[in-house]
């Protein structure tokens, strides 16, 4: 793309006069500008078979499928030699047979992500990935996650959205709620109906359900394909033709809009920081120094806000946990009450088997509780996310108004950069799905085989019985551990989002006042407004190239 030198002088001023996170979002930009390619994200809740429809969207089954939900692992497939590089966090990387990828994003072979794999590049010589990314997420409310320490995450910069839903159920509130975000983020939006071959006879009415439901929660209708992508046929290839003609309509092509969106965001980022430069380097030293005080007493009380907006954040896991508690309480009461009621089913086969059939009827109700706890710790960490990113970017505008009248700027709120996409950072939210029930040895038949029918039945039965409350308690043990995981990642991952956002609010206003400080002359006061005057020439010129 012949904007490449744009953003390598967008990226320059970024280091001047920006902060980590727009130099990250620039240094994607420049990334996305240099490979021409759109970023497609296949995203929705888990198990409703995003990783199905990649495979049959690239011809092939490269990604895992199965019973149990990936992990929190982005997965993305490019243009390249055929293979994998999974990458670690603090920067690792390692090159894997594409055979080999299960062992990194499914959770029966990396449980709780316990190899901590930050994302996954996955490389294919195809010739439609020359000019598309397609991106593999874990579940909802995960699609936008991203790991604290890169600024990398891809998954946060959608160009087009494949949204995935199903008929079994229909599309939900959680996943109406999760599509907003979606939205958001993305330029376009697709909504796919997967697995509709479930409900023969009854497609027209799903999809009528399904869009009547978006277009309302919305407010506009989007375009909605059904499929079956275990079976692929005309319609992964119609998706196909979608997708290709998505990227390329309209003036220029969809990544080229994405990139002019995000480089115009920036650019509008700099040029509030060069006119607090300048305006600090024109006032006189004393003036400056009042100036300074009184911004810094202002920014002392927001800065007290913002604590106590971290505080708050710090006590969410446990309040949570109570509410956690007694769903788990409630649960388990339910489940012990429906394993019982199916004890003699267990008598009745032999002993070895039984157990293990008790033991497989366990896990079913752990799967289960894991689902339940996970979504409604979702829906309160979705509001909770949403209240934080309110009060951060009211604290933010709070910095900006109290920086421009100490330095005698006019300042209008509407005026203010739109940040949501730099560096929003959120924990997974959900839970990366069950734990599996290991490490606990079978009850053999042993001795209990050569026991008369009726005293051997009472054997099992008494036996059984307590099995049933000692494994329903150690899988009550097991969600709430992964529950209270899970809820400390989102503490720790969004008290450094906060932090981060209001220090570098904060830091841009202060930048001003130290640059302004260096100009001890006039000839150097001279040199500093003339390079702003010429950095400001580059974001004309940006702004120029993006009409």
Not at 28 to 41: K, M, P, R, W
Not at 164 to 183: H, K, M, S
Not at 364 to 380: D, G, I, N, P
Request: proline share 4%; charged share 25%; glycine share 6%.
């Amino acid at each position: 793309m012949g904007d490449s030198k744009l953003f390598v002088g967008l990226a320059t001023l970024a280091r001047r006069y920006g902060d980590d996170v727009l130099r990250g979002d620039i240094d994607f930009i420049i990334d996305q500008s240099l490979h021409d390619t759109a970023s497609v994200a296949v995203i929705g809740q888990f198990k409703r078979g995003k990783s199905t429809l990649l495979n049959a969207l690239i011809g092939e089954d490269i990604l895992p499928t199965g019973r149990l939900p990936l992990t929190g692992v982005t997965t993305r497939i490019l243009h390249g030699d055929r293979g994998a590089v999974v990458h670690f966090a603090g920067g690792r990387t390692e090159r894997v047979p594409l055979d080999d990828l299960k062992l990194y994003v499914t959770e029966e072979h990396n449980p709780r992500n316990l190899r901590g794999v930050t994302h996954v590049d996955v490389t294919l010589p195809l010739p439609m990935l020359l000019h598309i990314v397609f991106i593999d997420t874990p579940g909802i409310g995960s699609t936008f996650a991203h790991n604290t320490q890169t600024a990398y995450e891809a998954s946060e910069r959608i160009d087009l959205a494949l949204f995935i839903t199903g008929p079994e159920p229909p599309i939900t509130g959680d996943e109406i709620a999760f599509l907003r975000q979606a939205r958001e983020r993305a330029d376009r939006v697709i909504v796919i109906v997967a697995k509709i071959d479930l409900v023969p006879g009854s497609e027209a009415e799903i999809l009528d359900f399904t869009h009547h439901a978006i277009k309302e929660a919305v407010g506009t209708a989007l375009p909605i394909y059904p499929l079956d992508a275990t079976r692929p046929d005309a319609r992964i290839a119609a998706l196909r033709e979608v997708i290709t003609a998505s990227i390329a309509e309209g003036e220029g092509n969809l990544a080229r809009r994405s990139l002019a969106r995000r480089a115009l965001r920036a650019a509008a980022t700099i040029r509030r920081s060069i006119a607090l430069q300048r305006a600090a380097a024109l006032l006189p030293a004393s003036e400056r120094e009042q100036a300074r005080v009184r911004f810094g007493e202002i920014a002392d009380e927001i800065a007290e806000r913002g604590a106590d907006l971290i505080r708050a954040i710090e006590q969410f896991p446990t309040e949570e946990l109570v509410s956690v508690d007694a769903l788990l309480e409630t649960l388990a009461q339910e489940a012990e009450t429906a394993v019982s009621s199916e004890i003699e089913r267990f008598v009745t086969l032999d002993a070895a088997v039984g157990e293990r059939a008790l033991y497989e009827r366990i896990a079913e109700c752990e799967t289960q509780w894991s689902a339940h706890v996970s979504s409604a710790l979702e829906k309160r960490i979705v509001r909770r996310h949403s209240a934080t990113l309110r009060l951060v970017t009211e604290l933010e505008q709070r910095f900006a108004e109290a920086g421009s009248a100490a330095l005698g700027l006019r300042w209008n709120p509407e005026d203010e950069v739109d940040r949501a996409e730099f560096g929003v950072r959120e924990a997974a939210t959900r839970m990366n799905g069950p734990v599996p029930t290991t490490g606990l040895e079978l009850f053999t038949g042993g001795l209990i085989a050569t026991l008369p029918g009726s005293l051997r039945a009472h054997v099992l039965r008494k036996r059984y019985t307590t099995l049933i409350a000692e494994l329903l308690d150690r899988s009550k043990g097991r969600v709430r551990s992964a529950a209270v995981r899970y809820l400390m990642e989102w503490r720790l991952a969004n008290v450094g989002f906060v932090r981060e956002r209001l220090l570098s609010a904060r830091r841009i206003v202060e930048d001003a006042f130290d640059s302004a400080a260096e100009t001890g002359d006039e000839t150097d006061l001279t040199a500093a407004l003339e390079r702003m005057n010429g950095d400001e020439r580059i974001l004309d010129a940006v702004v120029a190239a993006f009409p």
